[in-house]
């Protein structure tokens, strides 16, 4: 594109006036006339029959309406909350996921009974009420026993807890394994992680009787998914509800789906002619809502004694939960990125999907590519000691070279563009590398334990093109966009994405500004209400920008096409002799006899037309990509450990990402540092933790589940190189997960280095002080 | 069994009869209509509920509305003077201090009462001066910019301008 003046420049966000000075509008903030609050009653088991409901004493208690179980919900919310048939097509069991549990409950936190009050406060005094006769029954909780034969399974009846068990085959992996000199094996945990937004998930949904619509507002990612499966299941058109999201409190990939609350609530509306609203409380959304990873993973890699790569197996056992999680099949990328910035002969892997009585899991920020990155990082790392090698030269010696793009891997995705060697360079010098190993070895000598790792990332986003997503998905995970230039030349755009803290409203408007050539305040961007918006997919993936961005880009050549004709027509010229400059329209050689935009925009509502064209200015579009867009880059963290408390601690954090082009720096240099941020809270501090034996939730508030605050996290020291994306028009990328992608590998890594002279070969995540202390105790024993 | 309070809500005197369970955050948001504070968790740890109490920061979730009777308590909602922002507020603007601004009105109230208590924080007073808050979204990179751009940018106005100071908040 020819214009920059927006695109690429530091633009303070147009959101934040009204969010700093507490007008945003979330979606506990919405209150309607006669509103009832909704209150859930859980289960307390992870895996138990239901006896009988008793909602007598319920029912009577103060200002209490209505309380509902399964029954009362039969007649009105029809089916499960589906499983996307995407990504592992040949699924063996996908237990119907109804969203209130009937005769058997299969997690703790599902849900049995809603009590419907005038506040919240009497509704939970209600749902205490309920009582509910329960009949235990063993959990499933540890993945490799849930396969064993004659394991209890997660659900009565079933035939055991394989909800998927899949080969993906990317070469001969018996010919490249057979080439290799040294064989090293790792099993690497990923545990549980609770996204955890910090607005939980909430809605209000509201029945118009007689009218016989729907109205629910919610906290989601996705208000065309929600509508689309809402509608579905409560039997009622697309076009008789609307679902509108205004301010969201963060999703990470939680909100990406359709949660039971969102049935209920509708359901409930429906079933009392008032509208009703809900608001989880923090535990409830530590129990209930979809947790990320949960993954064991076993993986071989194959090495020349030079340290080139040959072979990779990965055996991924995936914790899918009680059911499987609408995108939950997804997090099996992190067999197709296996191989991750690399060259292997051969890439082969196996995932499992297993049921088990926790809540399910879905994508969590990154969603597959973080457990990709930490296993490969892990293993090239692994490599390297085995082979006396430095970390640095044995990736340099296998990335793909930037003249080898595009480049497909070993299972046939094509990575679009990457210089690997140069963001790596980059860090290093940042970090001044030389001098590092040199301390190092000092310090050691004086028994402190410095450590550094290294994590050069890749990973697949921009979700995606038809030929990869519908064949197996249904839906092609396009994105739309609908642009109106009003008379007097200020325009709107609708997307089908929506921000839940990205910055839409402003790098969109950057983009729509540059193409138009229209100032950037006369730009308004409108998403998450599926009234106004066309119908669209929502933001997850790093998306919203490398599909929804063009998407509006294109809406905008298109206008601009024909505001082209129509000036034309107006300057009595051909419309090969238009000139379109940076908002201003005129004949070849004439620039100071030009319309604006605006004018063009005003004359389109007029009379005088050219023959066969209709009035108005406005342009709608479904962009699909060709391809995914494929984000890289090198993360060196280097830490201290204590070897005497086991305490970690980040000494520096340097990330040099590349994106290709970006649209806002200040924008994607926050998107990093959050990212960041959640990768250094799973290496060293978070994970949901259960009972193995009662399967009871050990880590149900903030008390327990420890996700980092200011004094823990470390400053980050960016940088960034450029190389545009062919796939698309503006060589974009994303960079929304990128941080977290690349974090847990580099800080586990630079532990592993800190602990490597007491010879520990691998640290478990979270690399929590009591676990590190036992390894160096047993290491010294 | 309800009780009467009064309390001054951003320098607006109210009258009310509350039930002595309710939480002073849920009197703000739903008695008051000041929906600017937010709830994060159930246990205190978030301060996304964070409001000023006679000059200190609160946990609003973990005090009852009627311990606020005869007290004054200041929001988010009544930290700008009148169309000019706060300086914290500005400069979380300016560093990109917030992105899906959940956590921010509680965060901007314990920066500023942190500011109003040590005008000069070092990186480390702002960390631990506000490890009371929970961000899932900056990492807190820009958090810690926003403060002490704030920081300087208030004494920069005491310097020069004494008179033209935003109220003082936890001084």
Redesign the interface.
């Known amino acids: 594109m020819a214009i920059t003046q927006m695109i690429g420049a530091h633009i303070?966000?147009r959101?934040?006036?009204r969010?700093?000075?507490?007008?945003?509008s979330?979606i506990?903030?919405m209150?309607l006339t006669g509103m009832l609050h909704m209150s859930v009653v859980r289960s307390p088991f992870p895996h138990a029959r239901i006896r009988s409901i008793d909602i007598t004493d319920a029912a009577k208690a103060p200002g209490v309406h209505a309380v509902y179980t399964a029954r009362d919900f039969k007649a009105h919310i029809a089916g499960g909350i589906p499983a996307a048939p995407a990504f592992i097509p040949d699924k063996k069991q996908v237990p119907t996921h109804y969203p209130i549990a009937e005769t058997e409950v299969c997690y703790q936190g599902e849900p049995v009974a809603v009590v419907l009050a005038d506040?919240?406060?009497l509704a939970d005094d209600a749902a205490q009420l309920v009582s509910v006769d329960y009949d235990p029954l063993p959990a499933v909780m540890d993945l490799e026993k849930a396969l064993e034969a004659g394991s209890p399974t997660a659900h009565e009846g079933a035939p055991d807890n394989v909800a998927w068990d899949t080969i993906l085959p990317g070469g001969d992996i018996d010919a490249a394994m057979a080439e290799a000199d040294i064989k090293l094996s790792l099993r690497v945990t990923q545990q549980r992680l609770a996204p955890?937004?910090?607005?939980?998930r909430g809605c209000v949904a509201e029945w118009v009787p007689f009218a016989n619509t729907l109205t629910l507002w919610t906290s989601t990612q996705v208000p065309h998914f929600v509508r689309l499966f809402v509608s579905g299941a409560l039997g009622i058109t697309e076009a008789q509800m609307r679902v509108v999201s205004k301010?969201?409190?963060?999703g990470?990939g939680c909100k990406a789906f359709p949660y039971p609350e969102e049935y209920l609530s509708s359901a409930s509306s429906k079933l009392i002619g008032r509208p009703v609203k809900w608001i989880e409380?923090?535990?409830e959304s530590l129990q209930s809502t979809h947790h990320g990873r949960g993954q064991l993973y076993d993986a071989e890699i194959g090495a020349k004694r030079d340290g080139t790569l040959v072979g990779l197996r990965v055996t991924q056992l995936l914790d899918s939960g009680a059911y499987v999680g609408v995108f939950g099949s997804f997090q099996t990328c992190a067999i197709l990125l296996g191989g991750g910035c690399y060259t292997f002969k051969a890439v082969h892997g196996r995932t499992v999907g297993v049921l088990t009585n926790r809540v399910p899991t879905d994508p969590y920020r990154g969603a597959g590519r973080p457990e990709a990155t930490h296993l490969v990082e892990r293993l090239v790392d692994m490599v390297a000691a085995e082979l006396g090698m430095d970390p640095v030269e044995v990736r340099r010696k296998n990335f793909i070279a930037p003249e080898a793009f595009p480049h497909p891997n070993n299972f046939g995705l094509v990575y679009d563009s990457g210089q690997y060697e140069k963001t790596m360079d980059r860090a290093l010098d940042m970090l001044g590398y030389g001098d590092f190993r040199k301390r190092q070895q000092e310090l050691r000598a004086q028994g402190r334990y410095l450590g550094l790792g290294l994590s050069t990332w890749v990973e697949i986003c921009g979700i995606g093109p038809s030929a990869a997503t519908a064949p197996a998905a249904g839906v092609a995970l396009v994105e739309s966009s609908a642009l109106r230039v009003h008379p007097t030349g200020s325009v709107t755009v609708s997307t089908g994405t929506h921000n839940?803290?990205?910055?839409h409203e402003t790098t969109f408007a950057q983009i729509v500004a540059d193409a138009l050539g229209v100032p950037y305040e006369m730009v308004d961007i409108k998403h998450g209400d599926t009234g106004e918006t066309p119908f669209g997919y929502g933001t997850y993936g790093s998306r919203s920008l490398a599909v929804g961005g063009i998407s509006i880009l294109k809406s905008c050549q298109k206008v601009v096409e024909k505001a082209k004709r129509l000036a034309a027509h107006i300057f009595e010229a051909s419309e090969d002799d238009v000139v379109f400059d940076q908002g201003r329209f005129y004949v070849k050689g004439s620039p100071d006899n030009a319309k604006v935009l605006g004018e063009i925009a005003f004359a389109s509502y007029g009379a005088g037309l050219p023959e066969g064209m209709e009035q108005g200015l406005e342009a709608i579009t479904y962009f699909d990509p060709p391809n995914f867009v494929w984000p890289f880059g090198c993360h060196i963290c280097v830490v201290e450990v204590d070897a005497t408390t086991g305490a970690v601690e980040i000494q520096r954090y340097i990330a040099v990402d590349d994106c290709g082009n970006v649209i806002n720096p200040?924008?994607v240099?926050?998107?990093?540092?959050?990212?960041?941020?959640?990768g250094i809270a799973q290496a060293l501090f978070e994970e949901m933790s259960y009972d193995d034996e009662s399967g009871q939730l050990l880590t149900g508030?903030?008390?327990d589940y420890l996700?980092p605050?200011?004094?823990e996290?470390p400053?980050?020291e960016l940088d960034r190189t450029v190389t545009p994306s062919p796939t698309n028009e503006l060589g974009v990328k994303g960079i929304g997960e990128a941080?977290t992608i690349a974090a847990s590998a580099a800080v586990i890594n630079s532990v592993c280095d800190a602990l490597s002279p007491f010879g520990i070969r691998h640290v478990e995540m979270p690399a929590r002080p009591d676990r590190i202390w036992k390894l160096i105790q047993e290491a010294r024993s | 069994m309800r009780h009467s309070i009064a309390v001054t809500v951003n320098g607006v005197r109210r009258e009310d009869a509350v039930e002595p369970r309710l939480l002073l955050v849920h009197y703000l948001r739903e008695v008051a209509g000041l929906t600017g504070t937010h709830v994060g968790c159930d246990t205190s740890q978030c301060g996304a509920c964070t409001v000023i109490v006679d000059g200190r920061t609160v946990k609003s979730c973990s005090v009852f509305a009627v311990q606020a009777d005869g007290r004054a308590v200041t929001t988010i909602e009544g930290l700008a003077d009148g169309g000019n922002l706060h300086p914290v507020q500005e400069a979380f603007w300016n560093q990109h201090g917030l992105q899906c601004g959940y956590c921010t009105p509680g965060f901007i109230m314990a920066a500023a009462y942190l500011l109003g208590q040590n005008p000069s924080p070092s990186d480390d007073d702002i960390r631990k001066g506000l490890e009371g808050n929970i961000c899932r979204c900056t990492g807190y990179e820009n958090i810690l910019k926003a403060v002490k751009q704030a920081g300087e940018r208030m004494a920069a106005g005491r310097a020069t301008a004494p008179a033209a100071q935003p109220a003082a908040v936890g001084s």
């Open positions: 303070q966000r959101e934040d006036p969010l700093i000075t507490g007008h945003g979330y506990d903030d209150r506040d919240r406060y955890t937004a910090m607005e939980t301010d969201v409190g963060g990470f409380t923090r535990t839940h803290g990205q910055g200040m924008i240099e926050g998107q990093l540092h959050g990212g960041i941020a959640q508030t903030f008390l996700v605050t200011m004094a996290m400053r980050y941080g």
